[in-house]
T-cell receptor, first 114, second 117 residues
Framework: AQSVTQLGSHVSVSEGALVLLRCNYSSSVPPYLFWYVQYPNQGLQLLLK??????LVKGINGFEAEFKKSETSFHLTKPSAHMSDAAEYFCAVSGGGATNKLIFGTGTLLAVQP | DAGVTQSPTHLIKTRGQQVTLRCSPKSGHDTVSWYQQALGQGPQFIFQYYEEEERQRGNFPDRFSGHQFPNYSSELNVNALLLGDSALYLCASSLDQLGAGRNYEQYFGPGTRLTVT
């Protein structure tokens, strides 16, 4: 079975500060890992994905994440937060196979203070 | 290039009623998945349709059913609505990857907000 755990349901940072959103996964097969962002009253937008290539993955809007197998982690970072980054962020895992269904964490709401 | 579209945007129903939600996949995609996102929660997988058949199902009762049409669009039907069915219903489309490399990128629509009173 697969699962993801997002540590911290709410994270608040100052504009210009480092953003770090934590995600740990559990998977019995080599995982594919994803970070999605959801703005209020909108669907999900893919930020980045790990599909067993490079362990450091760069995404859109300056975000990146590093796959660490030894720590079963896939934390999302951004060097300098912008006000526009305020949103909910979801980590998800997929085991591949025919259906590629996504299993999501409970989300982390990021607030950016001026 | 149109992305994933869903209709309606919002819907209010009464307990016991039935509802149909619709989804058109991104151009070139042939697979549609449905997710339920309750307030304050992450999306949960309902089922996936490929070649007009349900390929996999999550932990949802039979009240939830679906259909995929030859043009790859899809419907989600929920019968005998319960208050707990109130949620944002998300449709995601992707291109089936069997034999075509492993990409597994799913594109999500804006969702349908269902309120059951």
């Amino acid at each position: 079975a697969q699962s993801v755990t997002q540590l911290g349901s709410h994270v608040s940072v100052s504009e210009g500060a480092l953003v770090l959103l934590r995600c740990n996964y559990s998977s019995s097969v080599p995982p594919y890992l994803f970070w999605y962002v959801q703005y209020p009253n909108q669907g999900l937008q893919l930020l980045l994905k790990y599909t067993s290539a490079a362990t450091l993955v760069k995404g859109i809007n300056g975000f990146e994440a590093e796959f660490k197998k030894s720590e079963t982690s896939f934390h999302l970072t951004k060097p300098s937060a912008h006000m526009s980054d305020a949103a909910e962020y979801f980590c998800a895992v997929s085991g591949g196979g025919a259906t590629n269904k996504l299993i999501f964490g409970t989300g982390t709401l990021l607030a950016v203070q001026p | 290039d149109a992305g994933v579209t869903q209709s309606p945007t919002h819907l209010i129903k009464t307990r016991g009623q039935q509802v149909t939600l619709r989804c058109s996949p991104k151009s070139g995609h042939d697979t549609v998945s449905w997710y339920q996102q309750a307030l304050g929660q992450g999306p949960q997988f309902i089922f996936q349709y490929y070649e007009e058949e349900e390929r996999q199902r999550g932990n949802f009762p039979d009240r939830f059913s679906g259909h995929q049409f030859p043009n790859y669009s899809s419907e989600l039907n929920v019968n005998a609505l319960l208050l707990g069915d109130s949620a944002l219903y998300l449709c995601a489309s992707s291109l089936d990857q069997l034999g075509a490399g492993r990409n597994y990128e799913q594109y999500f629509g804006p969702g349908t907000r269902l309120t059951v009173t």
